[in-house]
């Protein structure tokens, strides 16, 4: 029986050359995992439950691709009504930031984004400059995001930055957000990853044979976020078809 993140492997190599997207950024990512896979495990309440039902609340979409799961996201929680307007009729004020390293899919956001006065897209590459995340939080005059996003991401930044790329992102991460929605990907993942370059005859990825952080990708992190962010995991949304963990975290208080 082929593994979740074998049928993952396949179905990117019918899509498109795997081995052009070493940081993970697939031109058509969402054809083999729409929206619905992780949404379905995430209440539509989510905002509510967490505490942030008035005023201002800003979202992070971290490595959002083009967009798509970044706006199903939105109107999975916010409930956005047909017309485009950014205030809710309680007075709510939801925004929320995609980016991604990618510029050809962040331009592709950009394009086919519907609620451009709620919903921003940028070109980032948070392993090198976050100074354009302050920058959002002091436009909307907040010092955190509330609720950050981080889905199928760490792989690739472990991969490509080593054991401390990763550990660096979560404390970053867990800096700039009141909660943090992290699914990380299994080691099984990583393996598939690497033999898909070796099929394409190019090298393994530099990192991934010295790497240290190993076997239970989300217990590492959990591990990490609670004993060195301040952070406590909340809550399990269960498990996606690909059989990830969504988790939960939220800020200590001090």
């Not at 959002?136 to 981080?150: A, D, I, N, P, T």
């Not at 005859?201 to 044979?209: A, L, N, T, Y």
Request: aromatic share 8%; charged share 20%; proline share 4%.
């Amino acid at each position: 029986m082929a593994t979740t993140c074998e049928v993952e492997s396949d179905a990117v190599n019918e899509i498109h050359d795997p081995g052009a997207a070493p940081y993970g950024n697939f031109i058509n990512y969402y054809t083999f995992n729409p929206p619905e896979n992780r949404l379905s495990l995430i209440p539509d309440t989510l905002l509510q439950d967490l505490g942030y039902s008035c005023g201002t609340t800003l979202l992070l979409d971290v490595g959002c691709n083009s967009g798509d799961l970044s706006v199903a996201f939105y109107k999975h929680l916010v409930q956005q009504i047909e017309c485009e307007d950014d205030t809710e009729a309680d007075g709510r004020k939801v925004h929320l930031l995609g980016f991604d390293l990618d510029e050809t899919l962040i331009q592709r956001a950009q394009q086919t984004n519907p609620l451009p006065n709620s919903i921003s897209f940028i070109p980032l590459d948070i392993t090198e400059d976050s100074n354009q995340l302050q920058g959002y939080l002091h436009q909307h005059g907040c010092s955190h995001f509330h609720l950050c996003v981080c889905l199928a991401v760490t792989m690739w930044v472990h991969l490509n930055h080593g054991d401390s790329g990763l550990l660096q992102l979560l404390s970053h991460l867990a800096s700039i957000s009141q909660h943090l929605l992290l699914e990380p990907q299994p080691w099984k993942c990583y393996r598939s990853a690497a033999r898909r370059l070796r099929k394409l005859g190019r090298s393994d990825f530099d990192h991934f044979k010295s790497l240290k952080i190993r076997g239970d990708i989300a217990e590492h992190a959990r591990v990490h976020l609670e004993r060195h962010c301040d952070m406590e995991l909340i809550q399990t949304f269960g498990s996606t078809a690909w059989g990830r963990k969504l988790l939960l975290f939220k800020r200590r208080l001090v």
